[in-house]
């Protein structure tokens, strides 16, 4: 490994280091340590240094890095927990994200936003933020600018909105298990579903996490059809989109995770620090996106994704409540 590329991964571990420790202070630690880590590298890389001669090893982070801490991802998934709660928790997971996708997809023809960041910002919304993005973006062939941007406007306003579901829910009366299963076919990321599920205590916080990761584990079939439809569309032509296999090793995580419980060298404890080490990975890759932001280039793209996200936000938790 050479020096420079030794920089380019020291430079966003150490930005998604700072962004840890930001993320323990009051208000910051609602937003979380993913946005405070995009958020820093692009104002390292506008206001203070260009790190343009390390860009090997920024994009070893941002790819590679990024797709270690997806594959670790799958400790959370545990499948026999999810088919005894219920393939109906399944099937709403595909309707969430059948809905999403729908919306999206329109508001983005309404609003003439670009195809790649529609696509993942639907992605994102509907499966699991910045980790569904990473998977699929190497399949549609998006750009840093535009995988960055959408990470960015998912962790910001997924994070607003996971702060609104307490508030909403003194209006529309939940119970904690109504309103736990309600956030987690809503919200954008696993964090948030965990933020916003712990308002009820554990009777809300486990139906949260049980729908979010119904969601999750659509990630897979989520991820063939976006191969299946690329390689379609680029028919004839010589470039094909490759199969993200790195999400067959998100589900071998899962299984292993899993037969983990049952067999006893898997324990909560044990998936907690694996999960928060694949958190902080994807702080590192998010960082390393974030070294490659112009914000030139971007400051005049920003405004629409963001009216699309908020729009199709509210429409997504509209219809999660019809569910519940």
């Known amino acids: 490994m050479t020096t420079r590329k030794l920089y380019g991964i020291l430079l ?28 820093l590298a692009v104002l ?16 070893f982070s941002s790819k590679i890095i990024l797709r270690i801490a997806i594959v670790l991802y799958g400790v959370r998934l545990n499948i026999i927990l999810l088919f ?25 023809k309404w609003l003439k936003v670009e195809q790649s960041i ?41 994070t607003l909105f996971a702060l609104g579901a307490p508030l909403a829910e003194q209006w529309i009366h939940l119970s ?10 809503s919200t954008h990321e696993i964090a948030h579903a965990a933020l916003a599920g712990d308002y009820f205590g554990n009777e809300s916080l486990t139906n949260a996490f049980m729908a979010k990761l119904s969601r999750v584990f659509l990630l897979f079939p989520v991820t063939i059809i976006f191969t299946w439809w690329m390689n379609r569309k680029n028919e004839g032509v010589t ?8 999400i067959i090793g998100f589900i071998i995580i899962s299984l292993i ?61 509209g219809i999660t409540l019809l569910l519940v």
């Open 44 to 59: 390292f890389r506008n206001f203070i240094y260009n790190a343009a001669k390390w860009q090997d090893g920024i994009d």
């Open 176 to 185: 904690p298990e109504q309103y736990g299963t309600w956030v987690g076919y």
């Open 84 to 108: 005894q709660e219920g393939l109906s928790l399944i099937g709403a997971a595909a309707i969430v994200i059948a809905c999403t996708f729908t919306i999206v997809l329109l508001l983005a």
């Open 118 to 158: 529609a696509l993942l910002l639907a992605t994102g919304t509907a499966i699991c933020g910045a980790a569904a993005i990473g998977a699929v973006s190497p399949i549609i062939k998006s750009n840093k600018n535009d995988i960055a941007l959408s990470a960015a406007l998912i962790a910001i306003v997924g």
């Open 12 to 39: 966003p571990t150490s930005l998604a280091m700072v962004a840890y420790a930001f993320s323990f202070l009051p208000v910051l630690s609602l937003v979380g340590p993913l946005p405070i880590a995009i958020l």
């Open 257 to 317: 995770s899993t037969a983990g419980f049952y067999v006893g060298f898997m324990n909560e404890g044990i998936q907690t620090n694996i999960s928060s080490f694949a958190t902080f990975l994807l702080a590192v890759s998010m960082a390393a996106l974030g070294l490659s932001i112009d914000l030139r280039s971007i400051k005049k793209t920003a405004a629409k994704p963001l009216l699309l996200l908020v729009i199709a936000s509210i429409c997504v938790y």
């Open 239 to 246: 470039a094909k989109a490759s199969f993200p296999y790195f």
